[in-house]
């Protein structure tokens, strides 16, 4: 038995999407540059994915920049848009509940002499409004927020912050880093007045190693990567065909779907899993409620057992799921959501991450229930005294 | 440029009448490790030193690296062989060999000629001077000293002539295996691999046992120990790893003991076990990582207290080091940066918050009375089911 409740980690690509790579691979090998039939023949795999794009995102064709996946795409949202407007200011924003692959660029901006506001949130999650508010300067010239929180998959008040951002001053540049949220809802740039949003395929079934950067049209970013002047010169490299035709399927196959029905499965799974566990002593379910909660991230405080024991010991039944935090004292305070949310240090080191997929089923978290009702009185006899 | 390397060996060289035994086990070695590289070699002993001529290209980089983790092994001699076509031949050679293999010609040297093939036209001092005034002539900035040169320029006549001046030193100690066998605990920690290095060192066979207490240590743990030995396995060979599944009798211990005496009483059943082992695979000790005082368990009560249930010497090749020499150490054979890869606090429910520093050894036999009776079947089924995986690079 094997039951992946480990979504958001990556998922398993669609079927489809894998027949996808493997053809394009072996059929359409062609460099998308070349001259010849073979480089149009694969060309038009990266023209297919950008036309499902625009459809979905609502956006225009040069404003798709494909990349290796989150990483890159928020690395160049942040620094090349950053450097882009160095003469205008040098105040730049972003929340103390950021992936790393935003924390972290946003971390060495600062060490080059940019003044970074980290905005707090409340004991949901959620970014304070008002802190953003009172932190916005004349010289504020970048703000990035998530989507969704990867821990807790809380749900930003991003389009509030684009209204407010723009309101303010509308040359902000507003990047959203939407890894958890898109393949999960609509996702729509210009309603949350987003410039830059990263996507990552493999977080929605698509093929690893892939992902875009959704550039609004004339907003400047500096490419991070030089070389032939593929991509119009913004992220040179020869185009990852297969890759980006994989990803094209996985969100044609979910989006033009029955969108609706994916994501109210996923919430019947969410709420289905909440019931379960009701009943279970010393557990606290972190997040948001409603509108507010992505369906497809459950994070759960369990009382007096270690994050990793209970992870090991549900794989030990075939249940795949995440430690909501680090265990390793060699990384603390890998758990930004949870400790900005006010969760104490033995909290966040107990906190587990269950996340869900269209292909999840009730039946799989009925066994995970099962499990975590046997596990959790055993393992809570052995702590450390 | 380089063509042959000769490998020159201190300490298995005053073996008596086993020296024959130390050298073979060194050519072997050697012979086993270069098999490894790109290069064919032909590995021979002759007159008291060790020959690995290579029989197609090499990766220099690659043979150095290789015959520098080789217990036995002093110094590692790159060296240049020429045919024989005449003094004047040699002399182009050796010239061409000096200006490549020193930029800097500021240095004293001396010329060191053997002549093994007596046919060559100059005898060994006339070669000595012949080729001193050659290399003065070409290099002014060169200078002679025969008692304490900066270079000693070695030249062979053999068959062949052979050149060489650098040595670059090797592990020293003593060829691996031929000493005996013993049996290493390992565990994912900066020690334990050190010790198993050190104690291989002195040509001792080193087999290891792990012990795994899934949920509370991950597969990446046992990964991670798995890599470790393959490092040690660099220097000491193939280890063969025994892993113990170790969680039932470690929650029994919980339950039976008091909470203090945890540790003391865990390193005492892992003794055990790892003696077990050890008879198993004809070892002659055991090896541990301890360090006086390093932790609570390696006071001096504490290994009186473990050490108690051993009957075959217990050999700690680190007990008087101090953890920086210890990480030196681990850093410099290359098993440090795999170590503190921290995939082992999941099992820290097993230590308590303040364990016994100055344990007793009759209280502690007396609260291991509280074990269930059936703790030897659980120790007895635990080394029947080890999982055993030979570790090679």
Same mark, same amino acid.
């Given at each position: 038995?094997?039951?992946?409740?480990?979504?958001?980690?990556?998922?398993?690509?669609?079927?489809?999407?894998?027949?996808?790579?493997?053809?394009?691979?072996?059929?359409?090998?062609?460099?998308?540059?070349?001259?010849?039939?073979?480089?149009?023949?694969?060309?038009?795999?990266?023209?297919?994915?950008?036309?499902?794009?625009?459809?979905?995102?609502?956006?225009?064709?040069?404003?798709?920049?494909?990349?290796?996946?989150?990483?890159?795409?928020?690395?160049?949202?942040?620094?090349?848009?950053?450097?882009?407007?160095?003469?205008?200011?040098?105040?730049?924003?972003?929340?103390?509940?950021?992936?790393?692959?935003?924390?972290?660029?946003?971390?060495?901006?600062?060490?080059? !002499?940019? /003044?970074?506001?980290?905005?707090?949130?409340?004991?949901?999650?959620?970014?304070?409004?008002?802190?953003?508010?009172?932190?916005?300067?004349?010289?504020?010239?970048?703000?990035?927020?998530?989507?969704?929180?990867?821990?807790?998959?809380?749900?930003?008040?991003?389009?509030?912050?684009?209204?407010?951002?723009?309101?303010?001053?509308?040359?902000?540049?507003?990047?959203? /880093?939407?890894?958890?949220?898109? !393949?999960?809802?609509? +996702?729509?740039?210009?309603?949350?007045?987003? /410039?830059?949003?990263?996507?990552?395929?493999?977080?929605?079934?698509?093929?690893?190693? +892939?992902?875009?950067?959704?550039?609004?049209?004339?907003?400047?970013?500096?490419?991070?990567?030089?070389?032939?002047?593929?991509? =119009?010169?913004?992220?040179?490299?020869?185009?990852?065909?297969? !890759?980006?035709?994989?990803?094209?399927?996985?969100? /044609?196959?979910?989006?033009?779907?029955?969108?609706?029905?994916?994501?109210?499965?996923?919430?019947?799974?969410?709420?289905?899993?909440?019931?379960?566990?009701?009943?279970?002593?010393?557990?606290?379910?972190?997040? !948001?409620?409603?509108?507010?909660?992505?369906?497809?991230?459950?994070?759960?405080?369990?009382?007096?057992?270690?994050?990793?024991?209970?992870?090991?010991?549900?794989?030990?039944?075939?249940?795949?799921?995440?430690?909501?935090?680090?265990?390793?004292?060699?990384?603390?305070?890998?758990?930004?959501?949870?400790?900005?949310?006010?969760?104490?240090?033995?909290?966040?080191?107990?906190?587990?991450?269950?996340?869900?997929?269209?292909?999840?089923? =009730?039946?799989?978290?009925?066994?995970?229930? =099962?499990?975590?009702?046997?596990? +959790?009185?055993?393992?809570?006899?052995?702590?450390?005294? | 440029?380089?063509?042959?390397?000769?490998?020159?060996?201190?300490?298995?060289?005053?073996?008596?009448?086993?020296?024959?035994?130390?050298?073979?086990?060194?050519?072997?070695?050697?012979?086993?490790?270069?098999?490894?590289?790109?290069?064919?070699?032909?590995? *021979?002993?002759?007159?008291?030193?060790?020959?690995?001529?290579?029989?197609?290209?090499?990766?220099?980089?690659?043979?150095?690296?290789?015959?520098?983790?080789?217990?036995?092994?002093?110094?590692?001699?790159?060296?240049?062989?020429?045919?024989?076509?005449?003094?004047?031949?040699?002399?182009?050679?050796?010239?061409?060999? @000096?200006?490549?293999?020193?930029?800097?010609?500021?240095? *004293?040297?001396?010329?060191?000629?053997?002549?093994?093939?007596?046919?060559?036209?100059?005898?060994?001092?006339?070669?000595?001077?012949?080729?001193?005034?050659?290399?003065?002539?070409?290099?002014?900035?060169?200078?002679?000293?025969?008692?304490?040169?900066?270079?000693?320029?070695?030249?062979?006549?053999?068959?062949?002539?052979?050149?060489?001046?650098?040595?670059?030193?090797?592990?020293?100690?003593?060829?691996?295996? @031929?000493?005996?066998?013993?049996?290493?605990?390992?565990?994912?920690?900066?020690?334990?691999?050190?010790?198993?290095?050190?104690?291989?060192?002195?040509?001792?066979?080193?087999?290891?046992?792990?012990?795994?207490?899934?949920?509370?240590?991950?597969?990446?743990?046992?990964?991670?120990?798995?890599?470790?030995?393959?490092?040690?396995?660099?220097?000491?060979?193939?280890?063969?790893?025994?892993?113990?599944?170790?969680?039932?009798?470690?929650?029994?211990?919980?339950?039976?003991?008091?909470?203090?005496?945890? *540790?003391?009483?865990?390193?005492?059943?892992?003794?055990?076990?790892?003696?077990?082992?050890?008879?198993?695979?004809?070892?002659?000790?055991?090896?541990?990582?301890?360090?006086?005082?390093?932790?609570?368990?390696? *006071?001096?009560?504490?290994?009186?207290?473990?050490?108690?249930?051993?009957?075959?010497?217990?050999?700690?090749?680190?007990?008087?080091?101090?953890?920086?020499?210890? @990480?030196?150490?681990?850093?410099?054979?290359?098993?440090?940066?795999?170590?503190?890869?921290?995939?082992?606090?999941?099992?820290?429910?097993?230590?308590?918050?303040?364990?016994?520093?100055?344990?007793?050894?009759?209280?502690?036999?007396?609260?291991?009375?509280?074990?269930?009776?059936?703790?030897?079947?659980?120790?007895?089924?635990?080394?029947?089911?080890?999982?055993?995986?030979?570790?090679?690079?």
């Amino acid at each position: 038995m094997e039951i992946y409740f480990d979504n958001a980690a990556t998922t398993k690509p669609f079927p489809e999407v894998a027949k996808e790579v493997f053809e394009v691979s072996l059929s359409d090998y062609g460099n998308p540059s070349s001259k010849h039939m073979k480089g149009v023949d694969a060309e038009k795999h990266i023209k297919n994915t950008k036309e499902i794009l625009l459809r979905i995102l609502k956006c225009k064709e040069n404003e798709i920049i494909f990349t290796s996946g989150a990483t890159e795409s928020n690395n160049m949202a942040i620094k090349g848009a950053v450097k882009a407007r160095e003469r205008y200011g040098k105040h730049i924003i972003t929340t103390s509940v950021e992936h790393a692959s935003v924390r972290e660029p946003f971390l060495e901006l600062e060490k080059q !002499g940019y /003044d970074v506001t980290f905005l707090p949130t409340d004991s949901f999650g959620k970014v304070d409004l008002e802190s953003l508010k009172e932190s916005l300067r004349e010289d504020t010239v970048f703000v990035s927020v998530m989507y969704v929180n990867n821990e807790t998959g809380i749900i930003q008040p991003v389009s509030e912050i684009g209204e407010i951002l723009k309101t303010y001053n509308s040359d902000i540049i507003f990047h959203v /880093d939407a890894v958890q949220a898109f !393949g999960k809802m609509r +996702v729509i740039p210009k309603n949350i007045k987003a /410039d830059l949003l990263s996507v990552s395929a493999h977080k929605f079934h698509g093929p690893k190693g +892939v992902g875009f950067l959704y550039v609004r049209d004339g907003v400047r970013v500096l490419p991070m990567i030089e070389g032939g002047g593929q991509q =119009k010169g913004m992220r040179s490299g020869t185009e990852n065909v297969p !890759g980006i035709a994989g990803l094209g399927k996985a969100v /044609d196959i979910i989006y033009s779907g029955d969108l609706d029905l994916r994501i109210s499965h996923l919430k019947d799974l969410r709420e289905w899993f909440l019931t379960g566990i009701s009943g279970l002593e010393g557990i606290t379910v972190n997040g !948001g409620d409603g509108d507010d909660q992505a369906p497809h991230i459950v994070s759960v405080t369990v009382s007096g057992i270690r994050s990793e024991v209970l992870l090991h010991a549900m794989e030990d039944k075939g249940i795949y799921i995440s430690s909501g935090s680090a265990c390793s004292s060699n990384k603390p305070g890998l758990s930004f959501a949870l400790t900005a949310m006010g969760l104490s240090k033995e909290e966040t080191e107990s906190t587990v991450r269950f996340s869900f997929s269209y292909e999840s089923t =009730k039946d799989e978290i009925d066994m995970s229930i =099962k499990a975590l009702k046997e596990l +959790v009185p055993v393992l809570r006899q052995f702590v450390r005294k | 440029m380089y063509k042959a390397f000769l490998i020159k060996y201190g300490e298995i060289g005053l073996k008596g009448n086993n020296r024959h035994l130390f050298e073979d086990a060194l050519v072997s070695e050697i012979a086993r490790v270069l098999k490894k590289t790109d290069g064919d070699f032909l590995v *021979t002993k002759e007159n008291g030193r060790i020959y690995a001529t290579a029989r197609s290209e090499f990766d220099y980089d690659e043979v150095v690296e290789i015959l520098g983790k080789v217990f036995g092994i002093v110094w590692i001699c790159p060296v240049v062989q020429i045919e024989d076509n005449g003094v004047e031949d040699l002399g182009e050679n050796l010239i061409r060999y @000096i200006d490549s293999a020193y930029k800097d010609k500021n240095f *004293t040297f001396k010329v060191e000629a053997r002549r093994a093939r007596k046919n060559f036209p100059l005898n060994s001092m006339e070669i000595n001077q012949e080729m001193g005034h050659i290399l003065l002539e070409k290099f002014p900035e060169m200078k002679v000293d025969v008692h304490d040169p900066d270079v000693l320029i070695s030249i062979e006549v053999r068959k062949q002539i052979n050149i060489y001046s650098k040595e670059i030193p090797g592990q020293g100690g003593m060829p691996a295996g @031929i000493s005996g066998s013993a049996m290493l605990l390992l565990s994912g920690g900066i020690d334990s691999p050190v010790a198993g290095y050190m104690i291989a060192k002195r040509g001792v066979k080193v087999f290891a046992t792990y012990f795994h207490a899934p949920p509370y240590t991950s597969e990446r743990a046992k990964q991670k120990v798995v890599d470790l030995a393959k490092i040690v396995s660099e220097y000491a060979g193939p280890i063969t790893l025994n892993i113990i599944d170790f969680t039932a009798i470690q929650l029994e211990i919980y339950k039976s003991c008091p909470h203090d005496e945890l *540790t003391i009483i865990m390193r005492r059943i892992m003794m055990r076990i790892a003696q077990d082992l050890a008879e198993k695979n004809n070892c002659m000790g055991l090896v541990t990582g301890e360090s006086i005082g390093q932790v609570a368990s390696q *006071t001096m009560h504490g290994l009186y207290c473990t050490n108690e249930v051993c009957t075959m010497p217990v050999y700690r090749p680190l007990i008087a080091f101090d953890k920086q020499d210890i @990480i030196d150490v681990a850093k410099r054979i290359g098993t440090y940066e795999t170590s503190i890869q921290p995939f082992e606090d999941c099992c820290t429910i097993f230590v308590a918050k303040h364990p016994v520093t100055k344990p007793k050894l009759d209280i502690i036999k007396r609260d291991e009375t509280k074990l269930p009776e059936n703790i030897e079947d659980m120790i007895k089924t635990a080394e029947e089911t080890a999982e055993i995986i030979i570790c090679e690079k």
